[in-house]
Nanobody
Framework: QVQLVESGGGLVQAGGSLRLSCAAS????????MGWFRQAPGKEREFVAA????????YYADSVKGRFTISRDNAKNTVYLQMNSLKPEDTADYYC???????????????WGQGTQVTVSS
């Protein structure tokens, strides 16, 4: 089992930046692909970004491509999501997820965090 805890959310003005962190415990994530998802009020959860177990491959939703960067530090058992040029439509609860299935890009995730809230004001 792996436990995931997100942090770094908050309130930011449009055009600003935030860096989300996802700290894992209970099991190393060095052999897992990691992803970030988000869910806005009244909407379904959507994929944001994913990073392969080594960090050599990344994958982004079109809506965040060029603005968000996913990265990982396996020594710290932590994954990050750097969010730049934030827009009001980026407002959502952000969740990190892990999968140990050896499939890239991942289609399913087995472990989820509790989420961190991001609010972007116009």
């Amino acid at each position: 089992q792996v436990q995931l805890v997100e942090s770094g959310g908050g309130l930011v003005q449009a055009g600003g930046s935030l860096r989300l962190s996802c700290a894992a415990s209970g099991r190393t994530i060095s052999s897992s692909a990691m992803g970030w998802f988000r869910q806005a009020p009244g909407k379904e959860r959507e994929f944001v970004a994913a990073v392969s177990w080594s960090g050599s491959s990344t994958y982004y939703a079109d809506s965040v491509k060029g603005r968000f960067t996913i990265s990982r530090d396996n020594a710290k058992n932590t994954v990050y999501l750097q969010m730049n040029s934030l827009k009001p439509e980026d407002t959502a609860d952000y969740y990190c997820a892990a999968t140990y299935r050896r499939l890239w890009p991942p289609t399913e995730y087995d472990y989820w965090g509790q989420g961190t809230q991001v609010t972007v004001s116009s």
